[in-house]
């Protein structure tokens, strides 16, 4: 992997993830948003900016909304609080979840309650009493919505899966006798411009893995975590400090072929081998990927606010 086709990957033309029924479910959304009191937005808690569609902020300006930052398991919990507090400042609720476990699920139907409250108290006053608070449930594909979802529901009859866009139909459902709860498909945006949030939504699997070449996806995280999470990289692969600093110091390498180096290394402490003892570049990345999606290189968040 050469250098120059490394940068062509990711800086050349934007990205274009947006299947041909995105338009119709974006269309879709900002009409279902007229019967809607509130709008619950599911984000991926290690990468709360990347993984908010940014057309979001518009449709749903004139809305109550509430910021869901799931997969917070996974996430640094001192940046959790960061991105909490973020939020709040700007008179946004905010709320930590794991859908996997159903932890933080309380607090939200708590806060959906609270949040509601200011328009149930304008529905009373028009005579319209004991009117449920409307929900709408939105978020990018593979961020956890439809296990979030089962989890508020206590029902578990929705497609779940890992492969991002899984969900499809729309559904009313009751999450209390005062709550009713509109899911939508996972809406993406058309374009994506940026590099940096191009790599982010790849690095968590919200973009699929057909979409981008895996093997740079893995490499261009590689290279961020020996950069910013270096000790989980040693910790987790069995290297000593002095290892990585040896071969990241090395200056008769070309750019980036230090991070190569210690890609290869990876492979071959794992017996990611083909024949002629070369290691396979497409194992090493679905394992690096796969350990850094299921928290086993440890918590980590991309982003901070």
Do not use: C
């Not at 507090?85 to 609270?114: F, H, M, W």
């Not at 069995?238 to 072929?257: A, G, Q, V």
Request: charged residues 35%.
């Amino acid at each position: 992997m050469s250098n120059s086709e490394e940068q062509k990957s990711f800086t050349s033309a934007p990205i274009n993830w947006y299947p041909g029924h995105m338009a119709k479910t974006k269309k879709q959304i900002i009409e279902d948003l007229k019967l809607i009191d509130v709008v619950v937005i599911i984000l991926d808690a290690r990468i709360p900016r990347a993984s908010q569609n940014p057309d979001l902020q518009e449709w749903t300006k004139e809305k109550k909304k509430i910021m869901v930052l799931n997969k917070s398991d996974l996430a640094e919990e001192k940046k959790n609080q960061e991105w909490i507090e973020y939020y709040r400042k700007q008179g946004i609720s905010a709320v930590l979840t794991d859908s996997n476990t159903g932890k933080g699920i309380p607090e939200t139907i708590r806060e959906i309650e609270k949040v509601g409250q200011e328009r149930k108290e304008i529905e009373a006053q028009k005579g319209r009493k004991g009117k449920s608070i409307r929900v709408m449930v939105v978020g990018i594909p593979n961020v956890g919505k439809s296990s979030f979802i089962n989890r508020i529901t206590k029902k578990s009859s929705m497609a779940v899966g890992n492969k991002p866009g899984i969900t499809r139909q729309k559904q009313w459902i009751r999450v209390k006798e005062n709550i009713e709860l509109l899911d939508t498909p996972g809406i993406l945006w058309p374009k994506l411009g940026q590099e940096e949030v191009a790599l982010r939504l790849a690095y968590t699997g919200t973009i699929k893995d057909d979409v981008l070449e895996k093997t740079e996806v893995a490499f261009y995280l590689l290279k961020y975590l020996l950069e910013e999470k270096r000790e989980n990289v040693i910790t987790r692969y069995s290297f000593t400090k002095e290892e990585i600093e040896e071969i990241m110091n090395r200056e008769e390498y070309p750019e980036n072929e230090n991070v190569l180096e210690i890609l290869h290394q990876i492979g071959r402490k794992r017996g990611a081998i083909v024949s002629g003892g070369r290691v396979d570049e497409e194992k090493v990345a679905n394992l690096l990927l796969e350990e850094f999606r299921s928290g086993k290189l440890g918590k980590m968040t991309l982003e901070t606010p």
